[in-house]
């Protein structure tokens, strides 16, 4: 069964400075993987997703990743971080089944703290 | 930009009573799952819905739940009798394929 561990509960970074919030995940095949954020009150907003190809993604909100098979991780990257960028970041697998509807595999999430 | 909607955002009910969660996925969607996040833990995934019929469901997705999709917009999720641990925030989202899920703002469902 697949798994993604996000090892960081909460992460404090100042504004401007650079972030990076890791991911590692479990499966067998290859994995579609995804970063959502999730605002206080707000709902699961997508950032980023892989699903082949180029290694690096980039997202919205100046937010990139880079998928490394070799590690099993997808840690996402922002060189430069708002205020505004505080929130739960969730990283999520799927199974690349081809067809169906197979449900997201997500981690607990890392808190992101950004002081002034 | 086209967006998943769910109602009510907030419900409060009592223990063994009957609840049903709406949302509206986005029009050209064809796939529709609910998910769930209990306080402080992590969105786990209960149910997708593809072409009338459920299509996956997880072990927490047992006989208390149903989902529907009663007309060509709406996708609810029932819950016949609430548990205390039913309280959680309960999300809905639509895909086009198997691919990339967009999530709506999730409903905040109280059960005591």
């Known amino acids: 069964a697949q798994s993604v561990t996000q090892p960081d509960i909460h992460i404090t970074v100042s504004e401007g400075a650079s972030l990076e919030l890791r991911c590692n995940y479990s499966y067998g095949a290859t994995p579609y993987l995804f970063w959502y954020v999730q605002s206080p009150g707000q709902g699961l907003q997508l950032l980023l997703k892989?699903?082949?190809?180029?290694?690096l993604v980039q997202g919205i909100k100046g937010f990139e990743a880079e998928f490394k098979r070799s590690q099993s991780s997808f840690n996402l990257r922002k060189p430069s971080v708002h205020w505004s960028d505080a929130a739960e970041y969730f990283c999520?697998?799927?199974?690349?089944?081809?067809?169906?509807?197979?449900?997201?595999?997500f981690g607990k999430g890392t808190h992101l703290i950004i002081q002034p | 930009e086209p967006e998943v909607t769910q109602t009510p955002s907030h419900q409060v009910t009592q223990m063994g009573q009957e609840v049903i969660l709406r949302c509206v996925p986005i029009s050209n969607h064809l796939y529709f799952y609910w998910y769930r996040q209990i306080l402080g833990q992590k969105v786990e995934f209960l149910v997708s819905?593809?072409?009338?019929?459920?299509?996956?469901k997880s072990e927490i997705f047992d006989d208390q739940f149903s989902v529907e999709r009663p007309d060509g917009s709406n996708f609810t999720l029932k819950i016949r009798s609430t548990k205390l641990e039913d309280s959680a925030m309960y999300f809905c989202?639509?895909?086009?394929?198997?691919?990339?899920?967009?999530f709506g703002p999730g409903t905040r469902l109280l059960v005591l």
């Open positions: 819905f593809y072409n009338n019929e459920i299509s996956e």
């Open positions: 989202a639509s895909s086009v394929g198997s691919e990339t899920q967009y």
């Open positions: 892989y699903f082949s190809g180029d290694t």
């Open positions: 999520a697998v799927g199974p690349y089944s081809g067809g169906g509807a197979d449900g997201l595999t």
